[in-house]
């Protein structure tokens, strides 16, 4: 019996509703919701990302800025750029466009954001509280892996789990869930699949077919593996729209998190404790 598919578009219009009206409620608590990008170098594809993303926000009412720095910006206007805007109080979230220009260090600026406006979940610290099991916000991509996951009602606790970054079908033929994110389109095929398993496919690859044409794949041979998982994920379809809907979830949040502790700018200025109590509730 063929896998049954996990509708991440569903899934993610869903979330985008209740974001949309959490997004109202604060608003008539007197806190819009503000997110700002920044863009180092402007290029086709990255404006069109910005586009994309704005478009995202405005249909769940958030407000959103991109700021384009030149491609020869250094590391210091582009600290001082990101530090202004953890300053600011009506900014709720920040997010650096990827990659950044060869001479900038892309891990260096994203621990310049402050841990409670990034909502990619980037920033040392808030990856430290994922680890530690506290977390404040954790990357989109990685948040919208366990939602689609859950959302197939199998459960997590004690199941074996395979992340592939590379080719290990010893291991991913045993795995009950198995989460392929390597960047080489159609890699997994059924053979690397143990039979029921939930496979989620975070790859995204433009691909040309014989006929000249061009379409997105994953990085699992979907058609193939369909026949042998229980679950599986689409591409596109997927973990694409989960993941858009969660950097508007993380926006949210920031925003939230912010109300909670009025003028605090950032968490080295925060009661004692502040930071940490708020990382033990749920997002």
């Not at 989460?179 to 433009?206: C, F, M, T, Y």
């Not at 596109?236 to 926006?251: D, E, F, Q, R, S």
């Not at 920031?254 to 700018?265: D, R």
Request: glycine share 8%.
């Amino acid at each position: 019996m063929p896998a049954k598919n996990i509708d991440g578009n569903a899934l993610a219009a869903g979330l985008r509703q209740e974001v949309a009206e959490r997004v109202r409620r604060l608003e008539e608590s007197g806190r819009a919701v503000h997110l700002t990008a920044i863009l180092v170098g402007s290029t086709a594809a990255g404006e069109l990302y910005a586009q994309r993303q704005r478009e995202a926000c405005q249909a769940v009412g958030i407000n959103y800025e991109l700021r384009t720095l030149p491609a020869d910006a250094t590391s210091k206007s582009l600290t001082q750029t990101i530090q202004g805007l953890n300053r600011d109080p009506s900014v709720s979230g920040i997010m650096l466009h990827l990659p950044l220009p060869t001479h900038l260090d892309a891990t260096e600026m994203q621990y310049q954001i402050d841990p409670v406006k990034d909502v990619e979940g980037v920033n040392p610290a808030n990856i430290g509280y994922v680890v530690y099991g506290h977390t404040l916000i954790a990357p989109c991509t990685a948040l919208a892996v366990i939602e689609l996951i859950k959302s197939t009602g199998v459960a997590l606790r004690g199941a074996e789990a395979d992340v592939a970054t590379r080719d290990l079908p010893t291991h991913t033929r045993r795995a009950e869930v198995l989460v392929v994110a390597v960047g080489k389109p159609q890699l997994v095929k059924a053979s690397d699949v143990r039979e029921g398993a939930v496979v989620i496919d975070v790859g995204i690859n433009r691909v040309v077919s014989p006929d000249g044409t061009k379409k997105t794949v994953g990085d699992v041979e979907f058609d193939a593996v369909r026949q042998r998982a229980g679950w599986i994920t689409p591409v596109p379809g997927g973990v694409g729209p989960m993941t858009v809907a969660m950097l508007l979830k993380n926006t949210l949040r920031s925003a939230e998190l912010a109300t909670q502790a009025k003028n605090v700018v950032s968490p080295e200025s925060a009661p004692v404790g502040w930071l940490e109590s708020v990382a033990r509730r749920p997002g």
